[in-house]
């Protein structure tokens, strides 16, 4: 099955400053790549998906890339702020299957 | 109430106890899902239902039973439970019957077996 990797595992930032989280992932059939934020006490909240037949796609501050040839896709968050501060965690799937498959998370904490 | 709703948050049981956690959504979304959360572990996806059907069984123990008496409201039935079961489980919902597409979360309960 689908195995996805994420790095690194704790990112520290200041403030204002652009944090970038990489996922690789392993099936070549995978197609669809959300990226989910979970602040402290709550659930994972989607953030942004890309599908494979889009390299780049952008929400505001948010943006995310992917490369299908190597197989990884990243998260960019440009300016941030406190509130950035949470655990991001990337998935992958084979659209339709329910196979979507989460990586292990990366702290993100922005320093004021 | 809008969203996704667990409850209860928190629950302290013993392994020999039978409980159950519940699930509401509020969104008109005809998918539910039960996912396990350990630390420093990906989501482990246990149960999906779509349509009120169950549609993926991922080799989840048996002490853990699932029902979905309609599109809104998922159960998670517990029973001898061991402390390797201790974790937060996620509620989750979604448009897209089961694609596991663009999934929108509870804030979980936290369990804790002793």
């Known amino acids: 099955g689908e195995n996805v990797e994420q790095h690194p595992s704790t990112l520290s930032v200041q403030e204002g400053d652009s944090a970038v989280i990489k996922c690789t992932y392993s099936?070549?059939?995978?197609?669809?790549f959300p990226w989910y934020k979970q602040e402290l006490g709550k659930g994972p909240q989607l953030i942004i998906d890309i599908r494979s037949n889009v390299g780049e796609k952008k929400d505001q501050r948010i943006a995310v890339t992917l490369n299908k040839t190597a197989k990884h896709f990243s998260l960019h968050i440009t300016e941030t702020q406190p509130e950035d501060s949470a655990v991001y965690f990337c998935?992958?799937?084979?659209?339709?299957?329910?196979?979507?498959?989460f990586g292990k998370g990366n702290q993100v904490v922005v320093i004021p | 109430e809008t969203g996704v709703t667990q409850t209860p948050r928190h629950l302290v049981m013993g392994m020999t106890n039978k409980k159950s956690l519940k699930c509401e959504q509020h969104?008109?979304?005809?998918?539910m899902y039960w996912y396990k959360q350990s630390a420093k572990k990906p989501l482990e996806l246990m149960f999906v239902?779509?349509?009120?059907?169950?549609?993926e069984n991922n080799s989840v123990p048996s002490r853990f039973s699932p029902e979905c008496p309609n599109s809104s409201h998922l159960f998670l039935h517990l029973h001898t439970l061991q402390p390797e079961d201790s974790a937060l489980y996620l509620c989750?919902?979604?448009?897209?019957?089961?694609?596991?597409?663009?999934?929108?979360f509870g804030s979980g309960t936290q369990l804790s077996v002793l």
């Open positions: 998935a992958a799937s084979d659209y339709g299957n329910n196979r979507l498959a």
């Open positions: 969104l008109g979304h005809n998918a």
């Open positions: 989750a919902s979604s448009q897209f019957q089961g694609s596991g597409e663009k999934l929108f």
């Open positions: 099936d070549s059939a995978s197609n669809y």
């Open positions: 239902y779509s349509l009120e059907e169950r549609v």
